[in-house]
């Protein structure tokens, strides 16, 4: 049996793979995962993941544990592997789809990678983590302001409200601007929705391949998806489990 763990930004991930096949998924919310479970030793970060009840002490005493995400270099387990984000994405994406060449697009909660993939390996790939503006907390801030629930901001994507402004701060004032103008709610958000897609396809252009996988908690947005594949003209391949993608990754990874 194999655990995978990606340690993100807005979820904790797992995953437990056995005879090759995934047996258990579960996340936490980030800080109350922390707040619950963690704790400084020796200035090290350290997790007691046999009080969060989801594994027996066999299991984890002979389980072979392997961690991304960005909790990743501060964890003092003894005998973990860890291994970087992109190489946990890349195996998980290739795990869950059997491909061996495609485009990877993972959209985390405040960062965003594009990754080029030949032969099941990683080729080539490029990393926006500098500005949360293409991420899930973009979009998690302007459902907020729109005064909508996430699942409904990622179902719109007729007749967006142009929205021009690339940076995430400057583009919630242009978005509160555009409320007061009176355009309905599903518009704004299809707006919102269509600012995402144009700030990844600069990054999608410089690793062109027949297949695109999207993961990340972004992928679970009908209205991303559409939007994206009527900008590159491909169908998106979105994975079974495309939050849980790093945590499989890690789980698979050899």
Not at 168 to 186: D, K, T, Y
Request: with cysteine.
């Amino acid at each position: 049996m194999r655990i995978g763990i990606d340690l993100g930004s807005r979820k904790v991930k797992f995953s437990v793979v056995d005879n090759g096949a995934v047996v258990r998924l579960a996340d936490y919310d980030t800080l109350g995962f922390y707040k619950r479970f963690g704790r400084i030793v020796d200035e090290e970060l350290s997790f007691d993941l046999a009080a969060t009840g989801m594994f027996a002490a066999e299991e984890l005493a002979s389980a072979a544990l392997v961690v991304t995400g960005y909790g990743r270099n501060t964890l003092d387990f003894k005998g973990v592997k860890v291994v970087s984000e992109i190489r946990a994405h890349v195996a998980g994406a290739v795990f869950q789809t059997g491909l061996k060449d495609f485009t990877l697009l993972d959209m985390g909660g405040q960062d965003t990678k594009v990754a080029l993939v030949r032969g099941r390996r990683l080729d080539d790939f490029v990393m926006n983590d500098k500005c949360a503006a293409s991420s899930g907390r973009y979009l998690e801030n302007m459902a907020s302001i729109l005064e909508v629930s996430l699942e409904e901001l990622t179902s719109h994507w007729e007749d967006p409200v142009p929205l021009d402004t690339t940076c995430g701060i400057f583009g919630e004032s242009e978005l509160i601007g555009q409320i007061l103008r009176g355009h309905p709610v599903a518009r704004l958000c299809a707006g919102v929705n269509q600012t995402l897609v144009k700030r990844v396809l600069p990054m999608l252009r410089r690793f062109p391949s027949p297949h695109l996988v999207l993961t990340g908690g972004v992928a679970r947005g009908g209205a991303f998806v559409r939007m994206l594949e009527a900008e590159t003209g491909s169908p998106v391949i979105v994975p079974e489990h495309p939050q849980h993608n790093g945590a499989i990754g890690c789980a698979v990874i050899e």
